[in-house]
T-cell receptor, first 114, second 119 residues
Framework: SQQGEEDPQALSIQEGENATMNCSYK?????LQWYRQNSGRGLVHLIL?????REKHSGRLRVTLDTSKKSSSLLITASRAADTASYFC??????????????FGRGTQLTVWP | DSGVTQTPKHLITATGQRVTLRCSPR?????VYWYQQSLDQGLQFLIQ???????AKGNILERFSAQQFPDLHSELNLSSLELGDSALYFC??????????????????FGEGSRLTVL
């Protein structure tokens, strides 16, 4: 099994700035997902990118995937105080036509100051 | 609201005791996953069930067990509790284990977690 590793561990920015978080993983994947967690709450799915995709957008979120480097990045544009949360990347190793369980990294704690 | 329900929300117990955590998945979801989140270990995958059958095991201790019932709800049993078992336990559900499609987006829907404190 393998886990994603996020970088940086913590990120502190002002409202309106962009936030970029990176994720590296070790083995081949079926897809990579990003989740958000507000303090002490459940995780919420943000975006999924398949292994044959290179970039995906959803609102203010932009995710890239480089399978040759085994890395992904999550960009949040024009950040808001409400974006303050922990962000996790999760890899799905899925074999063949089945999806496996997700392995999560340790997360990036994003703080957006008003 | 993810549609996944976990009970209890908080649980305080003593070392050596046994507890049961319960999870009701989203309507229509056949897969249930259990995760443990602690400060030192992060989010650890414990076990996965699909339509009542165990599909995958992760870092689940032998003192822990789980099952998924015919109505698809799941229970995680933690026994001989130790201080280090204090953590947030999450249940998540998804449509299934089939390849991604319009009916299976591949995302997991998480409950709000059960916070276990072992004293």
């Amino acid at each position: 099994s393998q886990q994603g590793e996020e970088d940086p561990q913590a990120l502190s920015i002002q409202e309106g700035e962009n936030a970029t978080m990176n994720c590296s993983y070790k083995t081949s994947i079926n897809n990579l997902q990003w989740y958000r967690q507000n303090s002490g709450r459940g995780l919420v799915h943000l975006i999924l990118i398949r292994s044959n995709e290179r970039e995906k957008h959803s609102g203010r979120l932009r995710v890239t995937l480089d399978t040759s480097k085994k890395s992904s990045s999550l960009l949040i544009t024009a950040s808001r105080a409400a974006d303050t949360a922990s962000y996790f990347c999760a890899t799905d190793e899925g074999r063949g036509s089945t999806l496996g369980r997700l392995y999560f990294g340790r997360g990036t704690q994003l703080t957006v100051w008003p | 609201d993810s549609g996944v329900t976990q009970t209890p929300k908080h649980l305080i117990t003593a070392t050596g005791q046994r507890v049961t955590l319960r999870c009701s998945p989203r309507s229509g979801d056949l897969s249930v996953y259990w995760y443990q989140q602690s400060l030192d270990q992060g989010l650890q995958f414990l076990i996965q069930y699909y339509n009542g059958e165990e599909r995958a095991k992760g870092n689940i201790l032998e003192r822990f067990s789980a099952q998924q019932f015919p109505d698809l709800h799941s229970e995680l049993n933690l026994s001989s509790l130790e201080l280090g078992d204090s953590a947030l336990y999450f249940c998540a559900s998804s449509r299934g284990i089939l390849a991604l499609s319009s009916s299976n987006t591949g995302e997991l829907f998480f409950g709000e977690g059960s916070r276990l404190t072992v004293l």
